[in-house]
């Protein structure tokens, strides 16, 4: 268990760039020999990239609701007439 977090941590850096040159060099020649390591890191990197699309998804969803919360609510209607100024 503790070998594989350690590849699980080791593959992370080298995904976020946390990985000094050598050791990511190294990484890539071992991933160019092993099959399963490459499988391992493509797939690392996949659910990083569902991650954080379903982060900004969430945060597009959020942004959406506070915007129709400002310019629909007649509680920020002064709020609203303000921010409309700045672009005229």
């Known amino acids: 268990m503790r070998t594989s977090l350690n590849e699980i941590q080791h593959i992370e850096k080298h995904l976020l760039g946390d990985l000094p040159k050598e050791e990511s060099l190294l990484l890539q020649a071992k991933m160019a020999l ?7 890191v ?6 990083y990239a569902v ?3 379903y982060g900004r998804k969430k945060l ?7 915007e129709k919360k400002l310019f629909e609510t007649s509680k920020y209607a002064g ?3 303000r921010i409309l ?3 005229r």
């Open 34 to 40: 092993d099959p399963d390591l490459n499988e391992k």
């Open 60 to 66: 597009r969803t959020e942004i959406d609701r506070v």
């Open 85 to 87: 100024n700045l672009f």
């Open 42 to 47: 493509t797939l690392q990197a996949e659910t």
């Open 51 to 53: 991650v954080r699309a």
């Open 79 to 81: 709020f609203r007439h």
